[in-house]
């Protein structure tokens, strides 16, 4: 019978290994406790195997190759990472390389101003663009049954926020690839949950750092700390 897998739960986030040194990174490299490359091989196998599947045999090579191409020089010995390309490039060429020409962009209201612009950055590489914001659909949140003490602007007939028909809306126009911007936490879920076709991530919701929400990551330890004392 073959050994079962432990139950101990995989907890990379708090591996102590340098990160160059681990198991997972090289074949010579060292593990903490929970290290699911030792402890889920049956997990694995399965996993490897969807790639098998030509559709997402290419679409993990593209993105490999995507990736590779983000750094220069890479012919140097002994080599420094040189990284070139902003994430809207990469999905740029990502598309092409997948020769996906129908892009879908589901936005929050909130970042319109930004979608323009990236609407035009994707056309100028010659993708066709399908865009729908938030608030599209003007469903009042009342049918969610919200209290109105829940809602941004009290007492009024408040928009709700849509992925799902975002997400619908995209699927009824056959785009091949979607790319979220600013989708607030939970909606964006939702929009992974309907979308049919692969989806990307330009950037996420962060109301207080400008969308950037590893600066308060960043920053934890200093003017951040707040964030390790919950309730503050």
Known sequence: MPKKETTRTPSCSSCKVETRQRIC????????????????KEVLEEANREYDSPEIHEFALQASRQEASCYANRH?????????????????????KMKYRRIGLAFCIGLAQEAGIVEEIF??????????????????????????????????????????FQAKVLNNEKTEFNVLLGLCVGHDSLFFKYAEAPTTVLAVKDR?????????????????????TPGK
């Open 25 to 40: 990174y090289t074949g010579e490299g060292k593990s903490s406790k929970g290290c699911p490359t030792l402890t889920r």
């Open 76 to 96: 140097e010995r002994p080599y420094v990472m040189q990284p070139t390309k902003t994430r809207i490039v990469e999905i740029c060429e990502f598309a092409q």
């Open 123 to 164: 056309k100028s590489h010659g993708l066709e663009v399908v865009s729908v914001l938030c608030k599209a659909g003007r469903t009042s949140k009342d049918r969610l049954g919200i209290a109105k003490e829940d809602k941004i602007f009290q007492d009024t007939d408040e928009s709700m926020c849509n992925p799902i």
């Open 208 to 228: 207080v750092t400008g969308h950037n929400p590893l600066a308060a990551i960043y920053l934890s330890n200093s003017y951040y700390k707040k964030l390790n």
